[in-house]
């Protein structure tokens, strides 16, 4: 997993709980590669889920609510970073059907070595699209926070739906987005 995840997620947990709570997690997790990550670096996906792990049990909070915030912010990130991305789209569903059709592929451009998920569009309309994540890491939720505020990017409000499905190659989760 690509360092730029793990600083992001370390500059949200200390916005949200503070810097004690990032060196606390970094701490108890035992990691690796110490939890010095650098934007351009790759580091095991378990020492997401560490992390994640840890600031469940110091926080009580579900770890899937916590990893949904996370997404969230990252795509505050996203369209701060890659805001021809989201021009390029215009309006949230497009956006939506962009990334496996260009963003990703585009992100594989600058980091040959990413580990990305695939996003196939099931069902489109002009109030509903369907969206199926299938990623072996399983971050359906981190999926969730990203389209929660995807759509804040564009100015509308969504009710999302998941539905976990297990599948052979990994851990699928079907997205109903619906524009209310
Ligand atoms: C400008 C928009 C976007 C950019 C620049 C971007 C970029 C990236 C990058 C750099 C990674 C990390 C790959 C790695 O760690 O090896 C990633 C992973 C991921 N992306 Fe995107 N992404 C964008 C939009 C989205 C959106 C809108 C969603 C969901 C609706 C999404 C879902 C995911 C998920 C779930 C992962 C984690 C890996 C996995 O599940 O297998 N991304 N993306």
């Known amino acids: 997993m690509k360092g730029m995840v793990f600083t992001e997620f370390l500059d949200f947990v200390g916005e949200s709980f503070g ?24 580091y095991s996906h378990g020492e997401m889920v560490a992390l994640c792990g840890a600031l469940a049990d110091r926080t009580q909070q579900p770890v899937g609510d916590l990893v949904r915030a996370f997404g969230e912010r990252l795509s505050d990130t996203f369209a701060r ?15 939506l059907e962009s990334i496996e059709a260009h963003i990703h592929i585009e992100v594989r451009k600058l980091y040959p070595d990413a580990e990305l998920p695939r996003f196939v569009v099931e069902e489109r309309t002009a109030a509903r699209m369907v969206l199926l994540y299938t990623s072996p890491r399983k971050m359906g939720h981190l999926s969730e926070g990203l389209i929660l505020g995807s759509a804040r990017q564009f100015g509308v409000d969504v009710r999302v739906t998941l539905h976990a499905l297990d599948v052979d190659e990994g851990m699928s989760t079907r997205f109903v987005v619906d524009l209310v």
Not at 23 to 39: C, K, N, Q
């Open 19 to 42: 810097e004690d709570m990032v060196d606390d997690i970094i701490e108890v997790s035992a990691l690796p590669s110490g939890g010095a990550y650098t934007s351009v670096g790759t």
């Open 81 to 95: 970073d890659f805001p021809d991305f989201f021009r390029r789209a215009g309006n949230l569903f497009d956006f």
